[in-house]
C-alpha cells in the first residue's frame, strides 16, 4: 500500500459491483488467484470484470501465477 496500491475488501454478495470498483482506473490486471480454492463463480466473475474495465492487459491465473 506504500507504493500507491489499494487493498479492497471484496463483498460476495455484490461480488459484480466490488469488482468494478477494484479494476476502475487500472491499466493491467493480475489474477493470482488458485483455481483450486476459489469458487469457479468468483473466478468468471473476476473475468467479466475484467472484460468490462479499462484494462488493458489481463493475465489470466492459469499461466502459472
Same mark, same amino acid.
Not at 473476476?46 to 489481463?58: L, T
Given at each position: 500500500?506504500?507504493? *500507491?496500491? &489499494?487493498? @479492497?475488501?471484496?463483498?460476495?454478495?455484490?461480488?459484480? $459491483? !466490488?469488482?468494478?470498483?477494484?479494476?476502475?482506473?487500472?491499466?493491467?490486471?493480475?489474477? &493470482?488467484?488458485? !483455481?483450486?480454492?476459489?469458487?469457479?463463480? &468468483?473466478?468468471?466473475? &473476476?473475468?467479466?470484470?475484467?472484460? $468490462?474495465?479499462p484494462?488493458?492487459? @489481463?493475465?489470466?491465473?492459469?499461466? *502459472?501465477?
Amino acid at each position: 500500500a506504500k507504493a *500507491g496500491a &489499494v487493498l @479492497y475488501k471484496f463483498d460476495q454478495a455484490n461480488l459484480s $459491483r !466490488t469488482l468494478d470498483e477494484a479494476f476502475a482506473g487500472v491499466d493491467v490486471i493480475v489474477d &493470482v488467484l488458485s !483455481t483450486g480454492f476459489i469458487p469457479e463463480e &468468483v473466478n468468471n466473475s &473476476v473475468i467479466e470484470a475484467a472484460a $468490462r474495465s479499462p484494462a488493458k492487459v @489481463y493475465i489470466l491465473s492459469e499461466w *502459472g501465477l
